[in-house]
């Protein structure tokens, strides 16, 4: 983590986590465990992982996620090694452990709130059982508040590089776990994943309505640094009309898109370390700076930890605090605009607003 160490201050600080991809916290220790129980082969293309330090070895690769804009072509991207990894879970008791290993780290990070982003289609088109990834899903919801005290709603994802019609049908598959129309309630929200090179958000606009329509929250990826990421976020916030956009940092680059996000109240969950593994620190960082002079809510995630050096939320938060040259009391704001960015009941909120309230910023 560009040998930075979490400070006491951002490792006892309450944090909610609003841009969490379930699939992007598959430790090495369970994929490997999930390998050996499924009988499923640890490899990329032409290179099996016989061993575990040599599966260990595998995640030192700087991933690039941007095959379009050129990079090594020996090594996996970051989207082959994502779903690489997703081969191994099969079973809903797959889905379970991925999720409770993950809500267990929540725990040991103080996270009392998380919406994590899932999919079925990674899936399905591999031939799992949607029912195996919604129903692994649901129960570690219920035995992560139980066992870890960490509170979830889920964010259903549209992938956006597969045709928009299988989307539509992953959504009709899901909708008996939605939290409407006495849905079992694992997901509130929908959004889009994966590759947005040429994807832009209108392409599910039909989608979105009638997700809109069925009483579930709308959200967005509009990656930093995408081609036509300015107009992705211009459909995002005027055509689409989401309520949060995942990234989204580019819109600092045009007035009409800031006042867009502040004026229609459209929030930002940025994870800084996805973006610093490409950018300057003295080009990236100051920009937390001028999202907040300029009105411009946000809250600070983790996006694939596993896939990104092993970040999680608590090494975003550091490096925003130390490379952004934030406050406590900003840090403090920051996780109080997670709260209000998040789609958790009143009584969650005002359970992580009073921790918030009582943490020391002199």
Same mark, same amino acid.
């Given at each position: 983590m560009n040998n930075l160490q979490i400070s006491p201050f951002i490792a006892s600080l309450p944090k909610v986590e609003l841009h969490i991809h379930i699939e992007g916290t598959l430790q090495p220790p369970l994929r490997w465990t999930l390998a050996q129980r499924n009988n499923i082969p640890l490899?990329?293309?032409?290179?099996?992982?016989?061993? #575990?330090?040599?599966?260990?070895?595998?995640?030192?690769?700087?991933?690039?996620h941007r +095959?379009?804009?050129? %990079?090594?072509?020996?090594v996996p991207t970051f989207l082959e090694a994502y779903f690489a990894g997703c081969e191994v879970l099969l079973r809903e008791e797959d889905f379970y452990d991925l999720a409770m290993d993950y809500l267990k780290r929540c725990q040991e990070m103080k996270v009392r709130y998380v919406e994590p982003f899932f999919d079925i289609q990674a899936h399905t088109r591999r031939g799992v059982a949607a029912e195996a990834v919604l129903?692994?899903?649901?129960?570690?919801?219920r035995d992560?508040?139980?066992? #870890?005290?960490?509170?979830?709603?889920?964010?259903f994802c549209f992938l956006?590089?597969? +045709?928009?019609?299988? %989307?539509e049908a992953a959504y009709e598959t899901?909708?008996?776990?939605?939290?409407?129309?006495?849905?079992?309630?694992?997901?509130?929200?929908?959004?889009?994943?994966?590759?947005?090179?040429e994807r832009p958000p209108m392409l599910f606009k039909n989608a979105f309505a009638r997700a809109r329509a069925d009483g579930l929250h709308l959200t967005t990826h509009c990656d930093f640094g995408q081609?036509?990421?300015h107009e992705h976020i211009r459909q995002a916030i005027f055509d689409v009309g989401v309520e949060r956009i995942d990234h989204g940092l580019d819109a600092l680059d045009r007035d009409e898109l800031v006042e867009g996000l502040r004026t229609r109240g459209v929030g930002l969950t940025l994870c800084p370390h996805a973006y610093h593994r490409r950018t300057a620190t003295e080009a990236l960082f100051p920009k937390l700076r001028q999202?907040?002079?300029k009105g411009v809510k946000y809250s600070i995630n983790s996006d694939d930890p596993v896939y990104m050096h092993d970040v999680w939320i608590d090494g975003n938060q550091e490096k925003a605090y130390h490379y952004g040259e934030l406050s406590k009391a900003e840090m403090v704001q920051l996780g109080r605009n997670a709260v209000d960015m998040c789609w958790a009941d009143e009584d969650v909120k005002k359970s992580v607003y009073a921790e918030l309230d009582a943490v020391d910023t002199d």
């Open positions: 490899r990329f293309k032409d290179q099996t992982y016989r061993t #575990y330090e040599e599966l260990l070895e595998s995640y030192k690769v700087t991933y690039n +095959p379009e804009l050129g %990079g090594r072509k020996d129903n692994g899903y649901l129960r570690a919801q992560g508040a139980e066992r #870890y005290g960490v509170k979830s709603q889920w964010i956006r590089d597969e +045709p928009v019609e299988d %989307g899901a909708l008996p776990w939605a939290t409407c129309n006495g849905g079992h309630g694992l997901f509130h929200a929908v959004g889009l994943a994966s590759n947005a090179y081609k036509d990421t999202l907040l002079d």
